[in-house]
């Protein structure tokens, strides 16, 4: 019997905002210019002061340039879901969906079944190169399902573009034969 597991997402995220590594470094350094250009213009103007002409003002605008590169460069490489929960194991079969290699649910007893297969692990999402994360980290995939007159709906990360050809081509049509599916 062949089995086919993905990771489960947890519904919320380990911080309150997910800001990816990539997009801090990107907009400290843009914001670090920013705020030094304000200051530079402030003292210039009330003080008569150029800071730009001293060493240590140098080195700042290019550590926060470099910052900001790091950032744009980082993004190219980055997942946009780096900072979601995994929180177990999913797997599908042509008997039944497993939960965590614990919680069963047999096909046969299971009505409605949805996949929805949008998402997989390194898909381009953003061409912009402003720190955002321009990869998928995969995650954007659920199944949905009643069982037992209760409605089950999990989120799950779909490793590779051939992980997700496994499921739709192999896997799915196999489970047709015990249950209706719409995807």
């Known amino acids: 019997m062949e089995k086919l597991a993905f990771d489960l997402v947890a519904n919320k995220k380990k911080s309150k905002y997910d800001i990816a590594i ?3 470094f990107f907009y400290i350094g843009l914001g670090g210019l920013i705020l030094l250009l304000a200051v530079f213009k402030v003292f210039e103007h009330y003080w008569g002061v150029t800071l730009e002409d001293f ?13 900001a590169m790091i950032g744009t460069f980082y993004g190219l490489v980055d997942y946009n879901g ?16 497993t939960l965590n290699h ?7 007893e299971i009505g409605n079944l949805k ?18 994360p321009n990869r ?48």
């Open 22 to 24: 990539s997009e801090k």
């Open 55 to 67: 060493p240590v003002v140098k080195y700042m605008i290019y550590g926060l340039m470099i910052c």
């Open 82 to 97: 780096n900072n979601r929960v995994i929180k177990g194991i999913i797997t599908f079969d042509e008997n039944e969906i």
């Open 102 to 108: 614990i919680e069963r649910f047999e096909l046969s």
């Open 115 to 132: 996949f929805s297969l949008n998402d997989y692990k390194g898909r381009p999402i953003n061409l912009i190169t402003d720190g955002d």
């Open 136 to 183: 998928s980290y995969g995650g954007d995939n659920f199944v949905e399902f009643n069982y037992r007159n209760k409605t089950h709906k999990y989120q799950f990360v779909i490793d590779s573009l051939r992980h997700k050809a496994l499921l739709v081509d192999k896997m799915i049509p196999k489970m047709r034969n015990k249950a209706k599916i719409n995807y």
